[in-house]
């Protein structure tokens, strides 16, 4: 019993003591995790000093680089080879200038206009000059995401809409291309961007928009994944405004370099991975759908053409097949995240056909010079592709049913959405390019016209 007494006496403080260290080390490696841990995922609610998807991000920086690559060089090349050769300067150079007038523009004022929280028709202007925006990247990347993508950071969701911002005024040069004073188009793209495309980007793609489908609050849900009505009904609609007030050329001729035009358009079709894949925001399930749809309704739209060009004129032509490439382009753009190759296959069959008859047809029915066709092919396109978004989509694909799977109504958001963008876009156009003529004029001299934008304007002529 002595013995059993004396071993208790020792045990008992050497047990406790033994247990007091282990907790003690429990809750030590606690606080140690904790501190390891580091900032949690950007997504859902956690918008707030956190850490981006790396993979998300990866994808969005390439999909930025495609689509600036659209605009310099894809735009630039596939216009020049339509226009006659002295005018070619002053074509690519639209592109190029547009790029960086829109770019400083949009870190200046538009993105916080379109992408941010404000009313349901402009958004607010906590973001301009893109104050506020957080990334300490000397403590492991955390950052405060936009909302719109909530697992990327906030400067590479800015400069992927701020391509968007930049092709769109660009496939307006189109429509007035040969005729159209250089400074005249600064100033009309200059206010164009602040006053026409902000708002519309907001309607449609904002977090409070007034058509936004993911606004529970929008009064109308339209369905435009890339930009058919925020890019090609609102890019074609000014395009036609600007032709019409600027009237015809007073000479035309061919495309004076086929190869031109093919390059571009081959930059313009990889670069649409970027601009369909990548609007996704995520590298997910949607990006993959999204790509294949648009090459196959690309494929589709023109090969058609091709055959109703064939069929209608005895020939096929390269400016031909590569327009209607574009065409289906365009008309997949905002379907690209809700249809299936089903939807693409009947998107790009309409696309190659319509607007083809938008680019011949209906252009000598109304007698307007759209000299490269942006609205022929861009707001055309882009109303064939939005109506038959609300047809063909997919519930399992983008979260919202179309006419197909018994959505009537989608269609009828559709049209309302394509209506109203159409409507505004081409009234307020008209306001701008009435102030710039009244201030700066609009159209080049006939000697100037005559002798080519190139030398006149820019005093460099191609060789």
């Known amino acids: ?44 609610k956690i918008l707030e000093k956190c850490t981006p998807n790396s993979g998300d991000t990866a994808w969005m920086l390439a ?18 080879g339509m226009v006659r050769k002295k005018n070619v300067g002053d074509t690519v ?38 104050k506020d925006i957080l990334s300490d990247i000397g403590k492991g990347g955390i950052g405060n995401p936009n909302p719109l993508a909530a697992t990327i950071p906030e400067s590479v969701y800015i400069c992927f809409q701020m391509t968007f911002a930049i092709i769109t005024p660009a496939l307006i040069a189109g ?28 309607w449609v793609w904002g977090p409070d928009g007034i058509f936004s489908s993911g606004n529970d609050a929008a009064l109308v849900k339209v369905l435009d994944f890339a930009g058919g009505t925020v890019v090609h009904i609102n890019a074609g609609v000014a395009g036609l405004m600007c032709a019409i007030m600027l009237g015809k ?33 995520t590298a997910g399930m949607q990006a993959g759908m999204a790509m294949l749809v648009t090459q196959i309704a690309t494929a589709v739209a023109g090969f058609t053409w091709m055959l109703v060009e064939w069929a209608l004129k005895g020939k096929p032509t390269v400016v031909g097949i ?33 607007c083809y008859w938008g680019c011949t047809g209906l252009k000598r029915l109304f007698s307007y010079d759209d000299a490269l066709d942006c609205f022929g092919v861009h707001a055309v396109g882009g109303i064939v592709g939005a109506l038959l978004t609300g047809v063909f989509a997919v519930e399992q694909y983008g979260g919202t049913a179309g006419v197909l799977e018994g959505n009537v109504a989608q269609f009828f958001n559709q049209c309302i ?25 609009l159209r080049v001299t006939e000697d100037i016209e005559r ?13």
């Not at 900032?39 to 859902?44: F, R, S, V």
């Not at 007073?250 to 369909?276: D, Q, R």
């Not at 959405?417 to 004029?441: H, N, P, Q, R």
Request: glycine fraction near 12%; proline fraction near 4%.
């Open 63 to 80: 999909s930025v680089a495609l689509v600036l690559m659209m605009t310099i060089p894809g735009l630039g090349l596939f216009y020049g």
């Open 249 to 281: 050329r007073k000479e035309t001729g061919p495309a004076h370099n086929m190869v031109l035009t093919f390059i571009g358009a081959s930059l313009l079709w990889v670069g649409w991975f970027g601009f369909n894949a990548g609007s996704a925001v």
């Open 417 to 441: 959405g394509v209506a109203t963008v159409f409507v505004y876009d081409a009234v307020v156009s008209l306001i701008i390019l009435f102030v710039v003529k009244m201030f700066v004029g």
């Open 93 to 130: 150079m639209t592109s190029f200038a547009v790029t960086c007038l829109v770019t400083i523009l949009f870190a200046l004022v538009t993105y916080s206009m379109a992408f941010r929280a404000g009313t349901p028709f402009i958004g607010g202007l906590d973001r301009m000059f893109l």
């Open 175 to 202: 429509a007035f291309a040969e005729r159209m004073k250089f400074s005249a188009m600064l100033w009309f793209i200059g206010l164009w961007a602040i006053f026409v495309y902000a708002p519309i980007a907001h």
């Open 322 to 354: 590569c327009s209607g490439a574009v065409a289906g382009l365009v008309a997949i753009t905002p379907a690209s995240g809700f249809v299936g190759p089903v939807g693409a296959f009947a998107i790009g069959v309409a696309a190659g056909a319509v």
């Open 451 to 463: 002798e080519g934008l190139d030398l006149a304007l820019h005093g460099e002529v191609v060789q």
């Open 1 to 44: 019993m002595e013995s059993w007494k004396y071993a208790r006496q020792r045990l008992v403080p050497f047990v406790a003591a033994l247990l007091g260290t282990a907790l003690l080390c429990f809750l030590l490696s606690d606080i140690a995790f904790a501190e390891d841990a580091g900032p949690p995922a950007c997504g859902g």
